[in-house]
């Protein structure tokens, strides 16, 4: 069966072509797909009837099943829990803010960066999603919402850039005007510090942002809470986001998780600000979300804040991330873990 979901166009006519059908037609499927929400081949009624029957027969829409749904009391946050067809689990948030819908994806099953902090890594990595599993997150929203998607951050369990080509078929697909048309400048990708892929990234011509989890002034800390981060020093990831910054002119955003006791000095600010040195960056702090697989803590909001104001004395664009969906467990893995921790005790 040829899975007819998440091709591009060109794709698309190849598969029609070869078949006997108009390349036109691929056009009117998309349209039905992806405009119109509609997944049964029988009801594309203004596709011929041999069209039909031969999708019936030879077609599919391979799309994940929705296992849980949970909303935030002040309903700015929804996540879902899918399924996939080989039974493993994802999981996807939509955040409604005041200028529209912002979608958090999934890149990977699990993840292997073992970032102390995060649930999505606690069982390793599974497997690597498909561009087609990428945008049927999307599409799990816009069924149920009817409304526009205004963003995308790539930020949701696993590392996109260990999945680089499915990463950017999906990140095209989303550009795609028959499809969502969203700016690529309203796209961000969230990476651990894949150094090699960073410089490859920015020779692709497309201007989406990078936000870069760096958590740490230096490597000694670094290394403690993001064990991934061994492979590439430090040094080496900063010279890669000046590259990142100087060949798209986007600027870069430092993502700095805030850990009482262990990253959230004036001192650590100080070293974080001569760490980043002339690079034109964006700090975002977020104290860390206690989950109960960890033993982390986030400062006090005085701490918090005494760190953003250093950071901002020194000349240094920073904010301190608005926490949203926190209990309907919304940060990475949290829902999957919790779920299928449940699903063992039922048993």
């Known amino acids: 069966m040829i899975n007819v979901w998440a091709r591009t166009l060109p794709e698309l006519e190849d598969i029609f072509k070869k078949n006997g059908f108009p390349r036109y037609r691929a056009k009117q499927l998309r349209d039905y797909l992806y405009k119109r929400f509609i997944f049964d081949f029988t009801e594309m009624k203004q596709l011929p009837k041999g069209l039909r029957e031969w999708l019936m027969n030879h077609a599919m829409v391979s799309k994940p099943q929705i296992i849980k749904e949970q909303k935030s009391d002040d309903k700015d946050t929804t996540k879902l829990l899918l399924k996939l067809e080989d039974g493993t689990f994802i999981e996807t948030v939509c955040m409604h803010h005041v200028y529209g819908n912002s979608i958090c994806i999934s890149t990977q099953v699990g993840c292997a960066m073992g970032c102390v902090f995060c649930a999505s890594t606690q069982n ?72 090699p892929r960073i410089y490859r990234l920015a020779e692709e011509g497309i201007p989406i942002t990078l936000a870069i989890s760096l ?17 590439f020093p430090i040094q080496d990831l900063i010279k890669a986001s000046v590259y990142y910054f100087e060949k798209t002119g986007r600027r870069v955003t430092f993502e700095y998780i805030l850990i009482k006791g262990i990253n959230d000095s004036l001192e ?11 690079l034109n960056a964006h700090i975002n702090l977020i104290p860390v979300n206690g989950t109960e697989h960890i033993q982390l803590y986030p400062p006090s909001m005085n701490q918090t804040f005494r760190f953003q104001r250093a950071l901002t004395k020194y000349g240094r664009n920073t904010t301190v991330r608005r926490q949203m969906g926190e209990e309907i467990q919304a940060a990475c893995g949290q829902l999957k873990r919790r779920f299928m921790q449940d699903a063992k005790l039922s048993h």
């Open 124 to 195: 390793g990595l599974e497997r690597n999603l498909t561009a087609g599993e990428m945008l049927a997150q999307i599409y799990a929203f816009k069924e149920v919402f009817k409304q526009p998607i205004h963003s995308l951050v790539l930020m949701g369990a696993g590392e996109p850039l260990q999945n680089y080509e499915e990463v950017l078929k999906f990140i095209n697909l989303c550009h795609d005007e028959d499809l969502l048309n969203i700016s690529y400048r309203n796209m961000t990708l969230s990476t651990c510090g894949i150094v």
């Open 215 to 231: 958590h740490a002034p230096n490597d000694t800390i670094r290394n403690r809470i993001l064990p991934a981060s061994k492979m």
């Open 268 to 278: 650590n600010a100080e070293e974080l600000h001569h760490l980043l040195g002339k």
